[in-house]
């Protein structure tokens, strides 16, 4: 049981209502803090793979409108002119600056209006209703995580942006060396997702058994310092270790190494938010695409995790480490930001799973082998654009959250996509190999 259910359960619908008022008022504060740069710097497109910093800004506003306001509160829209503007499936990312968005001043103006009245709706709300949006709080637990996913995506166009001072950076505990590289995982049949976590997401919905052979899986994410053997063993120049769209890809656009890394003789640096360093080679590395972790996989003589393996290795807890709420600076994992980073392998071995494995929650998504597909069983809610659109054989799975993630928008079953080439997401990958 999360913390979460504890405060539903024991403390009743007053207790719930505090917490997320809360939990509103942190996510909104991050919001803030992320958009506290000049005019130009929101309003700019620092790279056509993400929006403008002032679309974000509005588009959680208008979400939380829609769902809360609307859908919850059945109040009648208070700028109707304006959703489409912020319908995510209407306007591709590139094109949103050509859009008469909401200025800076306008947007937070908008998104402030709009939270008055949500706080108005959660006083009234029953939170025991049958109706699944009301029932334990799901809306304000949908509206939550999604501000908070858009806030890493904040963080991500910060860092394409290369503007230094802009995102503040923290402390975090000292790496430590590993007694074995590779944890195994016995044979065995394991429950996949679940039917219980209060704000789970449809798409890790419903828990199914399945059974998996015996695997081994890396006891923590590649490092920086593993990538740099294969980035000198000349991995990008070599198609042996490249599926063939993988090397057309890093071919046609020269890709020679991750995201943000540059040689200068014989030292690697990389640009991390606006400032030039040495590449850490002990932290788990990052800005890497799938083509790029199933590479080095093959290189390394592995191959990547499915995400059942991936999620098996956790030991079928909410979190690797139990039923503990990670918290913002909890003592098992690296998540909410507090370091703008990694952090070094080895740097939290309290978070460790029941069988060993560590850091799989914080510092890096984890790329793995699998498509994003729905379980059997799924059923769609609450609606389509939020999973049911992207499954297929299009986008790959990630698992496990980043040092960006907020720890209330990750938990072992949570399942993140994207598109096989994607580096400016913070991504990284540990590896797995069949049994012998």
């Known amino acids: 049981m999360t913390d979460l259910d504890a405060v539903l359960g024991n403390a009743g619908p007053t207790g719930l209502k505090e917490r997320i008022a809360a939990e509103l008022a942190a996510v909104r504060e991050r919001s803030l803090a992320y958009t506290d740069a000049d005019d130009d710097m929101l309003v700019r497109q620092h790279s056509p793979l993400m929006s403008p910093l002032v679309w974000d800004l509005a588009h959680v506003g208008n979400y939380e409108e829609l769902w809360v306001l609307r859908e919850v509160g059945g109040i009648e829209p208070l700028r109707p002119e304006i959703d ?5 499936f209407k306007h591709p990312r590139k094109d949103r600056p050509s859009l008469p968005l909401l200025g800076p001043a306008e947007a937070r103006k908008y998104i402030s209006g709009v939270r008055g009245r949500v706080l108005d ?4 709300v029953d939170l025991a209703a049958p109706d699944p949006l009301r029932s334990g709080g799901y809306v304000f637990g949908l509206v939550l995580q999604h501000e908070h996913q858009h806030d890493e995506t904040m963080l991500a166009t910060l860092q ?70 294969f980035v ?24 020679e190494a991750p995201l943000y890394w540059t040689r200068d003789g014989d030292t690697w640096w990389r640009v991390r938010f606006g400032r030039e360093e040495p590449v850490p080679l002990d932290e788990p590395v990052q800005h890497v695409s799938w083509y790029e ?80 597909q729905p379980y059997p069983g799924y059923r769609c809610f609450p609606y389509e654009e939020y999973s049911k659109v992207f499954f297929g054989e299009t986008y790959r799975v990630l698992r496990g959250g980043s040092w960006a993630t907020h720890p209330s928008a990750v938990r072992t079953t949570f399942r993140n996509w994207d598109y096989p080439i994607r580096r400016q997401i913070f991504a990284g990958f540990r590896c797995a190999r069949s049994e012998e």
């Open 84 to 88: 489409h503007l912020y319908d995510a």
């Open 121 to 124: 709706v959660l006083d009234q």
């Open 160 to 229: 394409l942006s290369r503007r230094p001072g802009l995102v503040r950076d923290g402390e975090l505990p000292p790496g430590r060396p590993a007694a074995e590289p590779e944890v195994h995982i016995p044979a065995g049949v394991f429950a996949m997702g679940t039917d219980t976590v209060a704000w789970a997401y449809d798409n890790e919905r419903p828990a199914h058994r399945i059974y998996l052979p015996g695997y081994w899986i890396d006891r923590r994410p590649v490092t920086n310092a593993a990538y740099l053997e």
């Open 232 to 255: 000198e063993d000349g991995g990008y120049r070599d198609p042996r270790w490249w599926l063939p769209q993988g090397w057309e890809w890093a071919e046609r656009n020269g890709v």
């Open 293 to 372: 972790a199933d590479a080095y996989a093959r290189w390394a003589g592995k191959r990547l995790p499915t995400e059942a393996e991936w999620e098996k290795a956790c030991g079928g807890r909410t979190y690797p480490w139990g039923e503990a709420d990670p918290g913002h600076l909890g003592r098992w994992a690296n998540l909410g930001h507090r370091a703008a980073r990694p952090a070094p392998a080895g740097a939290f071995p309290d978070g460790a799973s029941p069988y060993g494995v560590e850091q799989l929650i914080g510092d890096v998504w984890e790329w793995t082998d699998s498509w994003f």
